[in-house]
């Protein structure tokens, strides 16, 4: 569908829609800016058009430049391999619009977010508690990612109201931040009757470091550092993620070589991560050998990052405009013949599982998410693929997947078993691409190019291992980040965890959250 | 005078023996996992950790928290006295016999449930109720065990049982309930893990978990106790043999022989923990429920004779 095809979906279901403008900013990008009044529509038009959750909503502040708050919202169109935009105008004076929330799940917690960011109201909207600001320590008036911020005081101004459910033997069982293991802080607060759940609410935010203010004034290259910190588990991704909204915005053309060294590093991310998961998800369940087994696996993966690229989680190997390490002959046999080896451990690593039956009582059925929940949720990744939804950006946006014949993974029962096959089919297909990818490389060919700094923004993406990290960047005059709004899979998928486990009972609820593996630190900021 | 002696001797030395069960087992489970892990003698050295630690007590709980972790080792310890190792006749031969033992631990364990509720906290509860859900279908799985080897030998006295006998299929029968209820007793896997850090899934260890210094040593040492009876259980029904004459040479031997058929049970136990993963919570009434079945079907093959 072309840009103008697009418009008159639009325009045949909404007759007086008059776009303030409309532009293909790039080739996989198209920009609508509408007045504050049509806003909510036409979001709600693409959202069931393109099938899409709001990938993305979130405000930025102008009113120094033209007095206004900016709300844009990302909606993905994978048909057409392109992120359509949509964005609207707030005045200063009266800071609110009106929620998106109720006829669109996935916006609630952007607007959440928004409203304790920015203080621009979500007018009408069934939930207006604070996410990562706690009540319990930052009062409330304060907007940090407003321009004129500059610091505010500590101070309790009250507690989080979680939803409850009240009758005979509902009891309420509070867990965490701290938990009994070495993890990360998240608050559970289950409602039980027995062991079954009946709701479970996650309290996050406690790990909220204020990463989009930090972003703000830096230049790209500190930035780019800055990206590779946000989430310790999916360090290429994210910094992927930011590249590319650079090179979008400076217009820069990435050189093959750069590309199949990322599709590499990115695979070598996700090969590690996922077996982590799956020796995670056998030792929750008590299952110890194959854990062990796995961490084998996993640490000769992290050895085999260190001595390609000198770190172990691959921190320092991308930039904007492109990738520092390069890969000789030697470093192609080294992960030719390491990953050989993997793949033959690892398919004895499932053997052991798929083998157990012990195992299998425990995964089969457990946790699962059907597809509409997850769907209206925006659930993404590999949890959403695990749920029968088939989007994956490796897929829609190729590239050098391409040529590589990337094959999707897709599964249909949602249950943790389902997350657990499809961890497995993309870590043997990881296997497959990294091979493709090293034989496509030519020898010492350039891997990066210098950027020119422009002004402008842009949306990054990436593939990570959870799903799409999601950049959006707006840079100034020479070049530095004015805004940068992330959005890491955890995000949407946490709300999946939550409706995954209802009707399970409480001492299953640590296999099914490991078999989302969620980031804190990615989702809260 | 010598047979108080001797009951006293037998009883430190549960005490001193019993941690390096535990000990062992998660040696050979973290050997068979590729890993170097803890020594053998971890146990030891946690409990004179705990032992010479601070304790922090809730300021809701009451005496009853306080006083828990004494009644079960008292009752671990009364159950030590018990059971035969070095003396055929004990001077507490006439306070119980083999379900008496049944009655001591559930003391202990009805106390723990207490504590566990008393402090408030939600991981105690829910461990108070699994804990409990547990036992209730373990117990009877244990009697019937307990009968089937009674009917044998016309009586439950444990001296009655710790006579020689031959291996029949009652008593196979008998031993396999024994061991899976041992299983759920020790809160080992598939019943329980107690390796876990995943506050959600615990069992045994959730009632613990407001436990800490002098009071969870005292806990740790009783439920290593509970541990080394159970596999003496085992072992006895297994492994038959008769309990040797008053003197003293005979006496180390038949310890040492004592000693060296709970070590295979433990090899046993660590063999079944590395290679099965942890059941569902409500599985386990299935599992104890095949422990029963055993124990009917032993009941009936010694009321057969066979």
């Given at each position: 569908m072309d840009r103008a095809g697009l418009i008159s979906v639009i325009k045949s279901k909404l007759p007086d829609f008059n776009p303030i403008s409309a532009a293909q900013g790039f080739p996989d990008e198209f920009s609508i800016k509408v007045s504050p009044e049509a806003f909510k529509d036409t979001c709600l038009v693409l959202h069931k058009h393109l099938g899409s959750p709001v990938m993305m909503l979130f405000a930025l502040d102008q009113r120094k430049e033209t007095g206004n708050f900016v709300i844009n919202a990302v909606f993905a169109d994978f048909r057409e391999s392109r992120w359509v935009i949509v964005s609207m105008d707030i005045r200063q004076e009266n800071p609110c619009f009106e929620t998106l929330a109720k006829s669109m799940h996935s916006a609630l917690l952007f607007e959440r977010e928004i409203w304790e960011m920015f203080g621009i109201e979500p007018k009408g909207s069934p939930d207006l508690r604070r996410l990562n600001l706690h009540d319990e320590v930052w009062p409330r008036g304060n907007y940090p990612l407003r321009k004129d911020f500059q610091k505010m005081a500590a101070g309790n101004t009250g507690e989080y109201n979680f939803a409850r459910v009240e009758g005979e033997g509902v009891f309420e069982v509070p867990v965490g931040?701290?938990?009994?293991?070495?993890i990360g802080p998240g608050h559970f607060r289950f409602s039980v009757a027995g062991e079954p759940i009946i709701n479970l609410e996650a309290r996050l935010g406690f790990t909220h470091r204020g990463v989009e203010k930090l972003f703000e004034n830096k230049s790209y290259d500190q930035a780019a550092c800055l990206s590779e910190c946000v989430c310790g588990d999916a360090v290429f991704s994210h910094s992927l993620a930011f590249a590319r909204a650079i090179e979008k915005i400076s217009c820069a053309r990435i050189p093959l070589q750069a590309d199949l060294l990322r599709g590499i590093f990115l695979e070598l991310e996700r090969m590690h991560n996922h077996v982590h998961d799956i020796g995670g998800i056998a030792i929750d369940v008590g299952f110890s050998y194959p854990h062990a087994y796995a961490s084998i696996i996993k640490e000769s993966l992290l050895q085999l990052n260190e001595r390609l690229c000198a770190s172990r989680y691959l921190?320092?190997?991308?930039?904007p405009g492109g990738v520092l390490t390069d890969m000789d002959d030697e470093k192609k046999e080294l992960l030719r013949v390491s990953l050989k080896k993997m793949k033959h451990d690892f398919n004895a690593l499932v053997k052991i599982l798929y083998t157990s039956v012990s195992f299998m009582d425990r995964v089969d059925g457990t946790g699962v998410l059907r597809r509409k929940t997850a769907e209206d949720l925006g659930v993404t990744g590999l949890a959403g693929r695990a749920s029968g939804i088939p989007e994956d950006l490796r897929k829609y946006f190729p590239g050098v997947y391409k040529e590589a014949k990337f094959k999707i993974a897709v599964e249909g029962s949602g249950d943790v078993l389902a997350r657990l096959r499809i961890r497995i089919s993309e870590f043997l297909e990881s296997c497959r691409l990294i091979e493709e990818f090293s034989a496509m490389l030519v020898k010492d060919s350039r891997s990066k190019v210098d950027l020119e700094l422009r002004e402008g923004s842009a949306l990054g993406y990436a593939e990570g291992w959870r799903g799409p990290v999601l950049y959006w960047v707006k840079t100034g005059p020479g070049g530095r980040l004015q805004r940068c709004k992330i959005v890491d899979p955890s995000f949407h998928n946490w709300q999946g965890l939550c409706f995954s486990v209802l009707g399970n009972i409480i001492p299953d609820f640590p296999l099914c959250n490991k078999s989302f593996d969620l980031s804190y630190s990615g989702n809260d900021l | 005078m010598t047979k108080t002696a001797l009951t006293f001797l037998q009883i430190i030395l549960f005490i001193a023996v019993s941690p390096f069960l535990s000990g062992l087992i998660t040696k050979i489970k973290n050997n068979v996992r590729m890993r170097k892990g803890q020594s053998i003698w971890q146990p030891y050295f946690n409990l004179l950790k705990l032992f010479s630690k601070q304790e922090v007590v809730s300021g809701t709980a009451s005496w009853i928290f306080r006083a828990a972790p004494f009644i079960a080792l008292a009752s671990c310890l009364a159950a030590s006295a018990l059971i035969p190792v070095f003396i055929f006749v004990s001077p507490l031969q006439r306070m119980g016999d083999l379900l008496a033992l049944i009655f001591i631990f559930a003391l202990g364990r009805f106390f723990m449930a207490l504590a566990a509720l008393d402090t408030g906290s939600s991981f105690g509860g829910m461990g108070a109720s699994r804990e409990m859900f547990i036992s209730s279908l373990a117990e009877p799985g244990l009697c019937l065990a307990i009968f089937a080897i009674s009917l044998q030998f016309g009586s439950t006295s444990i001296l009655a049982f710790s006579a020689s006998h031959a291996v029949s299929i009652s008593s196979v029968l008998a031993a396999a309930a024994l061991f899976l209820v041992t299983l759920a007793e020790t809160s080992r896997?598939?019943?329980?893990?107690?390796?876990?850090?995943?506050e959600l899934t615990m069992v045994h260890e959730a009632m613990l978990l407001e436990y800490s210094g002098r009071s969870l040593a005292l806990i740790e040492l009783s439920s290593y106790i509970k541990q080394m009876i159970l596999f003496f259980l085992i072992a006895q029904v297994v492994f038959p043999i008769g309990m040797p004459g008053a003197a003293l040479a005979p006496i180390s031997l038949w310890f040492l022989w004592y000693l060296a058929r709970i070590l295979i049970i433990a090899v046993v136990v660590a063999l079944v923990e590395v290679s099965l993963a942890k059941m569902r919570l409500f599985r386990v009434a299935d599992f104890l429920g095949f422990a029963f079945v055993l124990g009917i079907i032993a009941v009936v093959c010694a009321m057969l004779g066979v």
């Amino acid at each position: 569908m072309d840009r103008a095809g697009l418009i008159s979906v639009i325009k045949s279901k909404l007759p007086d829609f008059n776009p303030i403008s409309a532009a293909q900013g790039f080739p996989d990008e198209f920009s609508i800016k509408v007045s504050p009044e049509a806003f909510k529509d036409t979001c709600l038009v693409l959202h069931k058009h393109l099938g899409s959750p709001v990938m993305m909503l979130f405000a930025l502040d102008q009113r120094k430049e033209t007095g206004n708050f900016v709300i844009n919202a990302v909606f993905a169109d994978f048909r057409e391999s392109r992120w359509v935009i949509v964005s609207m105008d707030i005045r200063q004076e009266n800071p609110c619009f009106e929620t998106l929330a109720k006829s669109m799940h996935s916006a609630l917690l952007f607007e959440r977010e928004i409203w304790e960011m920015f203080g621009i109201e979500p007018k009408g909207s069934p939930d207006l508690r604070r996410l990562n600001l706690h009540d319990e320590v930052w009062p409330r008036g304060n907007y940090p990612l407003r321009k004129d911020f500059q610091k505010m005081a500590a101070g309790n101004t009250g507690e989080y109201n979680f939803a409850r459910v009240e009758g005979e033997g509902v009891f309420e069982v509070p867990v965490g931040p701290v938990h009994a293991g070495i993890i990360g802080p998240g608050h559970f607060r289950f409602s039980v009757a027995g062991e079954p759940i009946i709701n479970l609410e996650a309290r996050l935010g406690f790990t909220h470091r204020g990463v989009e203010k930090l972003f703000e004034n830096k230049s790209y290259d500190q930035a780019a550092c800055l990206s590779e910190c946000v989430c310790g588990d999916a360090v290429f991704s994210h910094s992927l993620a930011f590249a590319r909204a650079i090179e979008k915005i400076s217009c820069a053309r990435i050189p093959l070589q750069a590309d199949l060294l990322r599709g590499i590093f990115l695979e070598l991310e996700r090969m590690h991560n996922h077996v982590h998961d799956i020796g995670g998800i056998a030792i929750d369940v008590g299952f110890s050998y194959p854990h062990a087994y796995a961490s084998i696996i996993k640490e000769s993966l992290l050895q085999l990052n260190e001595r390609l690229c000198a770190s172990r989680y691959l921190k320092k190997v991308n930039l904007p405009g492109g990738v520092l390490t390069d890969m000789d002959d030697e470093k192609k046999e080294l992960l030719r013949v390491s990953l050989k080896k993997m793949k033959h451990d690892f398919n004895a690593l499932v053997k052991i599982l798929y083998t157990s039956v012990s195992f299998m009582d425990r995964v089969d059925g457990t946790g699962v998410l059907r597809r509409k929940t997850a769907e209206d949720l925006g659930v993404t990744g590999l949890a959403g693929r695990a749920s029968g939804i088939p989007e994956d950006l490796r897929k829609y946006f190729p590239g050098v997947y391409k040529e590589a014949k990337f094959k999707i993974a897709v599964e249909g029962s949602g249950d943790v078993l389902a997350r657990l096959r499809i961890r497995i089919s993309e870590f043997l297909e990881s296997c497959r691409l990294i091979e493709e990818f090293s034989a496509m490389l030519v020898k010492d060919s350039r891997s990066k190019v210098d950027l020119e700094l422009r002004e402008g923004s842009a949306l990054g993406y990436a593939e990570g291992w959870r799903g799409p990290v999601l950049y959006w960047v707006k840079t100034g005059p020479g070049g530095r980040l004015q805004r940068c709004k992330i959005v890491d899979p955890s995000f949407h998928n946490w709300q999946g965890l939550c409706f995954s486990v209802l009707g399970n009972i409480i001492p299953d609820f640590p296999l099914c959250n490991k078999s989302f593996d969620l980031s804190y630190s990615g989702n809260d900021l | 005078m010598t047979k108080t002696a001797l009951t006293f001797l037998q009883i430190i030395l549960f005490i001193a023996v019993s941690p390096f069960l535990s000990g062992l087992i998660t040696k050979i489970k973290n050997n068979v996992r590729m890993r170097k892990g803890q020594s053998i003698w971890q146990p030891y050295f946690n409990l004179l950790k705990l032992f010479s630690k601070q304790e922090v007590v809730s300021g809701t709980a009451s005496w009853i928290f306080r006083a828990a972790p004494f009644i079960a080792l008292a009752s671990c310890l009364a159950a030590s006295a018990l059971i035969p190792v070095f003396i055929f006749v004990s001077p507490l031969q006439r306070m119980g016999d083999l379900l008496a033992l049944i009655f001591i631990f559930a003391l202990g364990r009805f106390f723990m449930a207490l504590a566990a509720l008393d402090t408030g906290s939600s991981f105690g509860g829910m461990g108070a109720s699994r804990e409990m859900f547990i036992s209730s279908l373990a117990e009877p799985g244990l009697c019937l065990a307990i009968f089937a080897i009674s009917l044998q030998f016309g009586s439950t006295s444990i001296l009655a049982f710790s006579a020689s006998h031959a291996v029949s299929i009652s008593s196979v029968l008998a031993a396999a309930a024994l061991f899976l209820v041992t299983l759920a007793e020790t809160s080992r896997i598939p019943v329980d893990n107690q390796e876990t850090h995943l506050e959600l899934t615990m069992v045994h260890e959730a009632m613990l978990l407001e436990y800490s210094g002098r009071s969870l040593a005292l806990i740790e040492l009783s439920s290593y106790i509970k541990q080394m009876i159970l596999f003496f259980l085992i072992a006895q029904v297994v492994f038959p043999i008769g309990m040797p004459g008053a003197a003293l040479a005979p006496i180390s031997l038949w310890f040492l022989w004592y000693l060296a058929r709970i070590l295979i049970i433990a090899v046993v136990v660590a063999l079944v923990e590395v290679s099965l993963a942890k059941m569902r919570l409500f599985r386990v009434a299935d599992f104890l429920g095949f422990a029963f079945v055993l124990g009917i079907i032993a009941v009936v093959c010694a009321m057969l004779g066979v």
